[in-house]
């Protein structure tokens, strides 16, 4: 099974790091996102990736074309031009790395990439910003078993300030970020055939509007509710979040 990758956004609201490197490239831990997200879906089998790039791709091909010098010790021996990579520890992936385009819409990017697919497969699809605990492997079999074209991935996000309870004016509780008492929101992680592709008509197109909307109206789409842990980078506090939750060893998307 494939899964695809969304990384050619622009994240002008992480500017102090996209100025730079595409958003899927800024790192937690000393990796990027990008890699955070392939090692969640490699615990659950997945191996096969397809990434679609755009604003600074250049940065994703260059760190997986040198991705032993990015990952191990080296010793570069100049007079003989010969290189020794120590000790490297080699991931079970195959890379994908498309080019589709600057400012193509998320459902234009997925469009330009079906020819990668496989036409008789279901495939993962996910943003390129976001780590989760989510349980990868049910969601496939909750896919194939209700049978439509689409599933997404549902969740409750923590609150980013404390709630308050009030009786009129009186102040009788506070909850500091509740989690779980708002909507449930799309949270990537999805699974789709193929054929749900035939939603997008145009390249700019964002997969969550106008697709989006005609799966549901199709009654093609079906949501996987995922309580556990969930949250994507979109400024630079997140990104600071998420380091602090690495740093302190208890990073809970860390499942290999």
């Given at each position: 099974?494939?899964?695809?990758?969304?990384?050619?956004?622009?994240?002008?609201?992480?500017?102090?790091?996209?100025?730079?490197?595409p958003?899927?490239?800024?790192?937690?831990?000393?990796?990027?996102i990008?890699?955070?997200?392939?090692?969640?879906?490699?615990?659950?089998?997945i191996?096969?990736f397809?990434i679609?790039?755009?604003?600074?791709?250049?940065?994703?091909?260059?760190?997986?074309?040198?991705?032993?010098?990015?990952?191990?010790?080296?010793?570069?021996?100049?007079?003989?031009?010969?290189?020794?990579?120590?000790?490297?520890?080699?991931?079970?992936?195959?890379v994908?790395?498309?080019?589709?385009?600057?400012?193509?819409?998320?459902?234009?990017?997925?469009?330009?990439?079906?020819?990668?697919?496989?036409?008789?497969?279901?495939?993962?699809?996910?943003?390129?910003?976001g780590?989760?605990?989510?349980?990868?492997?049910?969601?496939?079999?909750?896919?194939?078993?209700h049978?439509?074209?689409?599933?997404?991935?549902?969740?409750?996000?923590?609150?980013?300030?404390?709630?308050?309870?009030?009786?009129?004016?009186?102040?009788?509780?506070?909850?500091?970020?509740?989690?779980?008492e708002?909507?449930?929101?799309?949270?990537?992680?999805?699974?789709?055939?193929?054929?749900?592709?035939?939603?997008?008509?145009?390249?700019?197109?964002?997969?969550?509007?106008?697709?989006?909307?005609?799966?549901?109206s199709q009654?093609?789409?079906?949501?996987?509710q995922?309580?556990?842990?969930?949250?994507?980078?979109?400024?630079?506090?997140?990104?600071?979040?998420?380091?602090?939750?690495?740093?302190?060893?208890?990073?809970?998307?860390?499942?290999?």
């Amino acid at each position: 099974m494939k899964a695809v990758i969304l990384a050619g956004g622009l994240g002008t609201r992480l500017a102090e790091e996209t100025s730079v490197r595409p958003k899927p490239m800024v790192e937690i831990g000393g990796r990027p996102i990008l890699w955070h997200i392939m090692k969640m879906y490699s615990q659950h089998g997945i191996h096969d990736f397809i990434i679609c790039c755009g604003y600074k791709g250049y940065v994703i091909k260059e760190y997986f074309a040198n991705y032993y010098l990015h990952t191990s010790d080296v010793t570069f021996d100049l007079p003989q031009n010969k290189t020794t990579v120590h000790a490297s520890v080699a991931e079970p992936w195959t890379v994908t790395l498309v080019d589709t385009g600057d400012d193509t819409g998320t459902g234009g990017r997925l469009k330009r990439i079906r020819k990668y697919l496989n036409p008789d497969e279901p495939f993962c699809m996910t943003y390129g910003d976001g780590v989760s605990n989510v349980d990868i492997t049910a969601e496939i079999v909750f896919h194939r078993q209700h049978g439509k074209l689409a599933t997404l991935t549902s969740v409750q996000p923590v609150a980013r300030f404390g709630a308050l309870q009030l009786n009129g004016t009186q102040v009788t509780g506070f909850h500091e970020k509740p989690s779980g008492e708002g909507g449930w929101i799309n949270g990537g992680f999805f699974v789709l055939e193929p054929s749900a592709l035939d939603t997008v008509t145009d390249d700019a197109q964002m997969f969550e509007r106008e697709p989006i909307e005609t799966l549901v109206s199709q009654g093609d789409l079906h949501t996987y509710q995922h309580h556990g842990f969930w949250y994507a980078v979109d400024t630079l506090r997140d990104k600071q979040h998420l380091e602090e939750l690495w740093q302190s060893g208890k990073a809970p998307w860390k499942t290999w």
